[in-house]
């Protein structure tokens, strides 16, 4: 345990988060998501697991830690229900309230296509696989930056 870290975060996952710069991208997927095969792609190369929280409780505690960009429309996205892009299920739902919370503003989550979500993770720089067994539980999140002290 750490003081001031959230005990969610384990070490590994930590590691990572710091690691990352500017606009990487960082996915956190339900347990349905290829998360091991997708995963040998990315920049890290290996899984991360959070797989006792849900989806809402791994991005509430990955974003006590980790800046979303503010500079891009896409700093958050959700993959899309097939057929029903614009239906957003109660799992997207509390992750949102966890982003907009983080946030201190409503930023709405840009929808990403089922087979352009598996595409852009392989692309990102990590993946977190989640205890999430809802179906839809997958999430981007793209990193920003901590401004200078005044």
Same mark, same amino acid.
């Given at each position: 345990?750490?003081?001031? @870290?959230?005990?969610? %975060?384990?070490?590994?996952? #930590?590691?990572?988060?710091?690691?990352?710069?500017? +606009?990487? !991208?960082?996915? /956190?997927?339900?347990?349905?998501?290829?998360?091991?095969?997708?995963?040998?792609?990315?920049?890290?190369?290996?899984?991360?697991?959070?797989?006792?929280?849900?989806?809402?409780?791994? @991005?509430?505690?990955? %974003?006590?830690?980790?800046? #979303?960009?503010?500079?891009?429309?896409?700093?958050? +996205?959700? !993959?899309?229900? /097939?057929?029903?892009?614009?239906?957003?299920?109660?799992?997207?739902?509390?992750?949102?309230?966890?982003?907009?919370?983080?946030?201190?503003?409503?930023?709405?989550?840009?929808?990403?296509?089922?087979?352009?979500?598996?595409?852009?993770?392989?692309?990102?720089?990590?993946?977190?696989?989640? +205890?999430?067994?809802?179906?839809?539980?997958?999430?981007?999140?793209?990193?920003?930056?901590?401004?200078?002290?005044?």
């Amino acid at each position: 345990m750490l003081k001031g @870290i959230d005990p969610r %975060l384990n070490a590994d996952v #930590l590691y990572v988060l710091r690691a990352m710069g500017h +606009g990487d !991208m960082l996915i /956190v997927a339900d347990t349905n998501f290829p998360s091991e095969s997708i995963s040998r792609a990315t920049v890290y190369g290996e899984l991360l697991r959070m797989e006792n929280l849900t989806a809402a409780e791994s @991005i509430e505690a990955v %974003l006590s830690v980790y800046p #979303l960009d503010t500079f891009v429309d896409d700093f958050a +996205g959700r !993959m899309e229900v /097939v057929g029903e892009p614009n239906t957003v299920p109660p799992v997207q739902q509390e992750v949102q309230e966890k982003i907009d919370a983080a946030e201190g503003a409503h930023r709405p989550m840009v929808g990403i296509e089922r087979f352009d979500f598996y595409d852009l993770a392989r692309e990102s720089y990590a993946v977190i696989q989640t +205890g999430e067994r809802r179906f839809y539980g997958c999430f981007m999140l793209r990193k920003g930056v901590i401004p200078p002290e005044s």
